[in-house]
């Protein structure tokens, strides 16, 4: 079974400039998620996608950060414009809908490492 | 707010020793996980515990969760150097299924 893809791996780019990135989740998940995690500590959710809904944005940086989820299937992560504090790993992740009683195990793909000079 | 802490931090230890890592968090929860990352590397999934008391073990670790006290814990039996890496535990809200991760638990097993 295919995982989570993303991609680019690694990308370098100047403060107030901006970025994308794309994820490919795992064939049949419903839910999407994508994290920030800085060096050092553990991964903090940006935004969670049920289908092409999204289900929590509350700590996404709305004003530089967009996310979006057409068709219910890739996403995207938009950074407008750049900042240095944006320097981190972006770890995409999917997981199966969760079913009453159950669990939504996230499985993670590669991540994409960001370097804002 | 749902907080979760880990500790220790950092663990350096000597292979063939037992070692537990810990996971407090701060409000209910009806699901807990374990996950690996090597460095450079994502997150793997180690253990999914759902239920008080729920004890799940692959080869030498062994996760467990205490729901009444908040409790999780990662013990580490007989610890072999391949068993280097950050260990994170995440724990999901019970109240709107916000998933929080704790700061990872450093592990350096030295040979």
């Known amino acids: 079974e295919a995982g989570v893809a993303q991609s680019p791996r690694y990308k370098i780019i100047e403060k107030r400039q901006s970025v994308a990135f794309w994820c490919n989740p795992i064939?049949?998940?419903?839910?999407l998620y994508w994290y920030q995690q800085i060096l050092g500590q553990g991964p903090k959710l940006l935004i969670q996608?049920?289908?092409?809904?999204?289900?929590?944005d509350s700590q996404l940086p709305k004003d530089r950060f967009s996310a979006e989820r057409l068709k219910g299937v890739d996403s995207t992560l938009k950074i407008q414009p750049a900042k240095l504090e944006d320097s981190a790993v972006y770890l995409c992740?999917?997981?199966?809908?969760?079913?009453?009683?159950?669990?939504?195990?996230?499985?993670f793909g590669p991540g994409t490492r960001l370097t804002v000079l | 707010e749902l907080k979760v802490e880990q500790n220790p931090l950092f663990l350096s230890m000597q292979e063939g020793k037992n070692y537990t890592i810990y996971c407090n968090y701060s409000?209910?929860?009806?699901?807990l996980y374990w996950y690996r990352q090597d460095p450079g590397k994502s997150l793997e999934s180690l253990f999914v515990?759902?239920?008080?008391?729920a004890v799940k073990q692959e080869g030498r670790l062994m996760a467990s969760l205490d729901t009444k006290a908040r409790l999780s814990t990662l013990h580490i039996t007989a610890a072999v150097h391949d068993l280097s890496a950050t260990y994170f535990c995440?724990?999901?809200?019970?109240?709107?299924?916000?998933?929080?991760f704790g700061k990872g638990t450093r592990l350096h097993i030295l040979p």
């Open positions: 992740a999917s997981s199966l809908i969760r079913l009453a009683g159950g669990h939504d195990e996230q499985f």
């Open positions: 996608f049920q289908n092409n809904g999204v289900v929590d």
């Open positions: 064939s049949g998940h419903a839910t």
């Open positions: 515990l759902l239920s008080n008391g």
């Open positions: 409000t209910t929860s009806d699901r």
């Open positions: 995440a724990v999901v809200w019970d109240r709107d299924d916000k998933i929080i």
